[in-house]
């Protein structure tokens, strides 16, 4: 079976600090890796997907990058934290076939002081 | 583009009282439809999903939906909710144009359960 992991569950980090957070996928191959984040009291709102091995689509203009280094990993990053970016950060993946659902990661939870 | 509306922000219902969790979209062609819950702090977990057929889907812990194509709507039900139900509920359609097999999320409804 396939199972996501992300790594740290939980971040506090100073405002201008760099960012790394983790996303492996176990038990499949050639996923669709997805960023997500959650503002307090909002909905999701998709970041980054990649499709495969170095292929990025970014959703939003922000302060975040990505990237794919391996086949079932993701890395959200950044070089300067600001406090906006500040969230619960999930990661999901599905198979590439239309309409597939996206399972998600347990979360991150950032805090920027 | 695709779109997801769910018009209650709160709910709140007693435990053992019927649940409805509305959802409304809007899609140009035949949409995949899914519904998630959420605990606090917590990742997503699938309750159910559409893809065709029996336009009355059965997924997990009792809930159920229907879809509706004349309505655009994908209502959420259970027949009996548990205080163990509250939580966040998100419904997605997809997928979302431009590839990558997206999904457009709504903004959730949060489910409050009295004892």
């Known amino acids: 079976s396939q199972t996501i992991h992300q790594w740290p569950a939980t971040l506090v980090q100073p405002v201008g600090s760099p960012l790394s957070l983790e996303c492996t996928v176990e038990?499949?191959?050639?996923?669709?890796l997805y960023w997500y984040r959650q503002a307090a009291g909002r909905g999701l709102q998709l970041l980054f997907y990649?499709?495969?091995?170095?292929?990025i689509s970014s959703e939003v203009p922000q302060n975040l990058s990505a990237s794919r280094p391996q086949d079932r990993q993701f890395i959200l990053s950044s070089k300067k934290l600001l406090l906006s970016d500040s969230g619960f950060y999930l990661c999901?993946?599905?198979?590439?076939?239309?309409?597939?659902?996206?399972?998600f990661g347990p979360g991150t939870r950032l805090l920027v002081l | 583009a695709q779109s997801v509306t769910q018009p209650d922000i709160h709910i709140t219902v007693s435990e053992g009282a019927s649940l409805e969790l509305r959802c409304n979209y809007s899609y140009g062609a035949t949409p995949y439809l899914f519904w998630y819950v959420q605990s606090p702090g917590q990742g997503l977990q699938l309750l159910l999903k559409?893809?065709?057929?029996?336009?009355l889907v059965q997924g997990i812990k009792g809930f159920e939906a229907e879809f509706k194509r004349s309505q655009s709507s994908f209502n959420l039900r259970k027949p009996s909710v548990h205080w163990s139900d509250a939580a966040e509920y998100f419904c997605a359609v997809g997928p979302a144009t431009g590839g990558g097999n997206k999904l457009t999320f709504g903004t959730g409804t949060q489910l409050k359960v009295e004892l």
């Open positions: 999901a993946w599905n198979r590439g076939d239309r309409g597939e659902t996206q399972y």
């Open positions: 990649s499709v495969g091995i170095g292929q």
């Open positions: 038990g499949t191959s050639n996923p669709n």
């Open positions: 559409y893809f065709s057929g029996d336009t």
